[in-house]
């Protein structure tokens, strides 16, 4: 009953999803195609934080992919979309390399030197003013699809699509069995045959071709790159904030937290510019306060715990 | 048949050598003890056998072929399972998805053949409670979990590193029923133990560490009579 209810669900909301933009106006289409970037954004973070490894290279990845994607686009003429997977192969390159160097690392280690690398990242981007256009960033002549909105729409719905997917077959196969091993005791995961260093990498490699693609996207949707806004914090830390809220390890923690957030950011900015930014951080602080495991992460531990009180009681 | 065997194998930790030169055999389907005061090097030994430190000289040959430089997990592939001292199962997992772990990935199984294997094991080791998050089991079950993981990983030698420690007389005695039991399906198994009654029933052999070197091996009423181990427990007489 409950296994063939689930696939229809599932299948009925990809269908509203797809044709959304035919019911709602233009505000709420572009409210929505931000939230689908930020979630692709947490989502492919918390990829990485349930191998117990907190990353914050987010930006970095994410500006790689939005530069990748305009220069192409610009200098060599490739079509946007080519462009896009472009970014998403070149990260992937990059992914690779660094990852044999930061894998090493663990814990606070591992987290300042991904930070350190997206501001790498940005500096050399700064220093190549004839490739990147230095400080002042780069425009491109016309934005993605001649700017049809619904056909962006489309374009991120399936990234968005794409990373629940990756991210559900991580949680369901033998990945979700490594990950969780590795993330609560190396030790356990090598003696019991686990490929530490291989799962490490490829987690990371496909969480930061991920971010590297939405930072591709997102710069075609909007035609400009520079490193301050391509490199911003905010791409790191709203992301890391939605995922925390929503409820970290859980690919439905992710989602909820980035609809939670994005519509209250959006919302509140209406009622009062600029100060909607406090009750923002309220928001946060609170549900952080009295749901530590985030509003998913809370709810599931409360029904599994009812679970078990009333199965020991029948026993 | 010879199925481990170490060559002069050496550890140095800076300037304590924690193993000296341990020269060690286990046939198959053999029960070894190994015994020692603190500190002798049992754990360091069990460490360089199942990889996760690696020996400054010496030669550990597993089923024919040189493993000393391999890593834990081909080791732990190969067939050399172990169990840890202080248990450690995987928080946020139940015991059973605790040996799942073993299946999948020590003996290369998908999920489906994993679960089935990992849950004759439950049966075997008869785990209660296999639905529950490990916080919520007894020590002896958590034991039990730690064996049924290596176990899953389907090992030819199975390395118990003090599996006795912190069981009550009664919990020993299922235990100790429970490793003859794995005998005589055909593992080979080496045991760590400081409770003497229980290499008494257990071993086959037992071999004597005192700061990282055998001092004495042989069956257990012979090892027990050596003037080197008295001397080594109880100091010597004036």
């Given at each position: 009953m409950k296994k063939t209810i689930f696939p229809i669900i599932t299948i009925l909301a990809i269908v509203l999803l797809i044709f959304l933009p035919y019911f709602i106006g233009a505000y709420l289409l572009h409210v929505l195609m931000t939230i689908f970037i930020y979630m692709t954004l947490a989502l492919s973070w918390d990829m990485m934080l349930r191998t117990g490894q907190l990353s914050f290279g987010v930006a970095g990845f994410f500006g790689v992919g939005a530069y990748a994607s305009i220069i192409t686009c610009s200098r060599?003429?490739?079509?946007p979309l080519v462009s896009i997977l472009f970014a998403g192969f070149f990260v992937a390159l990059i992914a690779l390399g660094l990852g044999f160097a930061v894998l090493k690392l663990r814990d606070i280690y591992f987290s300042v030197t991904t930070l350190a690398i997206t501001m790498v990242f940005s500096v050399i981007i700064r220093n190549m003013p004839r490739l990147t256009?230095?400080?002042s960033g780069k425009v491109i002549p016309n934005v993605i699809f001649n700017g049809d909105s619904t056909k962006t729409y489309w374009l991120i719905l399936s990234l968005a699509l794409i990373t629940i997917l990756i991210s559900e077959v991580f949680n369901r196969t033998k990945i979700h069995f490594a990950i969780n091993s590795i993330r609560n005791d190396e030790i356990i995961a090598r003696s019991s045959g686990i490929n530490i260093f291989g799962y490490l990498l490829f987690v990371f490699l496909i969480s930061s071709v991920l971010q590297g693609m939405a930072g591709a996207i997102y710069t075609q949707q909007y035609g400009f790159v520079s490193p301050e806004t391509t490199f911003s914090l905010d791409f790191l830390l709203l992301p890391m904030a939605m995922a925390l809220v929503g409820g970290i390890y859980s690919t439905w923690g992710s989602v909820i937290g980035a609809l939670v957030l994005g519509f209250a950011s959006e919302y509140l900015k209406l009622f009062m510019p600029y100060g909607h930014l406090i009750i923002y951080g309220i928001m946060i602080v609170l549900i952080i306060l009295f749901l530590p495991k985030g509003i998913y992460g809370t709810t599931k531990d409360k029904i599994i715990t009812h679970k078990i009180e009333k199965k020991s009681l029948s026993e | 048949m010879v199925i481990l065997k170490t060559i002069n194998l050496v550890k140095k930790f800076g300037g304590l050598?924690?193993?000296?030169?341990v020269d060690l055999e286990i046939s198959e389907r053999e029960i070894l003890g190994v015994i020692g005061p603190n500190g002798a090097g049992k754990t360091t030994l069990v460490n360089l056998i199942s990889g996760l430190i690696f020996p400054t000289e010496g030669e550990i040959i597993f089923d024919n072929i040189n493993?000393?430089?391999?890593?834990a997990h081909v080791r732990a592939k190969l067939g050399i399972g172990r169990t840890f001292q202080l248990v450690r199962p995987i928080q946020g997992f139940t015991a059973f998805e605790n040996i799942v772990v073993g299946a999948l990935f020590g003996a290369n199984k998908n999920l489906k053949q994993a679960k089935q294997l990992a849950s004759e094991i439950c049966d075997l080791l008869e785990?209660?409670?296999?639905?529950?998050?490990?916080?919520?089991?007894?020590v002896l079950d958590l034991k039990k979990v730690e064996i049924g993981r290596a176990l899953a990983s389907e090992p030819k030698i199975l390395l118990l590193d003090?599996?006795?420690?912190?069981?009550?007389s009664d919990e020993t005695w299922q235990m100790i029923h429970l490793v003859k039991s794995l005998k005589e399906r055909g593992l080979t198994i080496a045991v760590i133990e400081h409770v003497m009654g229980v290499i008494k029933e257990l071993t086959d052999r037992v071999i004597v560490l005192e700061s990282g070197k055998i001092i004495s091996q042989g069956p257990y009423e012979e090892v027990c009579k050596d003037p080197n181990v008295i001397s080594a427990y109880l100091g010597e007489e004036d």
């Open positions: 060599f003429g490739f079509n256009g230095g400080a | 050598v924690a193993v000296n030169g493993v000393e430089s391999k890593p785990i209660k409670r296999r639905d529950y998050p490990v916080d919520k089991l007894t003090e599996v006795m420690a912190g069981l009550n």
